[in-house]
């Protein structure tokens, strides 16, 4: 991924307003929010981050 230090710092989870962290490994930007409160992934393609709550991966159960 290659996103600017800039960009992450005003980017926000649409849902919770949380601010999100960048996955590399996993080409997402994770909500730094805790798991039980939102946690959502969300895919960042070509570059460019899809902050819609339809396509975000909600955190694993466990």
Known sequence: MNLSPGLLDV????VC????RADD????LVCTAP???CGRAYPV???IP???VDE???PDPS
């Open 17 to 20: 307003h949380s601010p999100l």
């Open 35 to 37: 798991p039980i409160t």
């Open 25 to 28: 490994a996993a080409s997402e």
């Open 50 to 52: 899809v902050l819609l």
């Open 11 to 14: 980017l926000a989870c649409p």
């Open 56 to 58: 975000a991966r909600l």
């Open 45 to 47: 393609r070509d570059d």
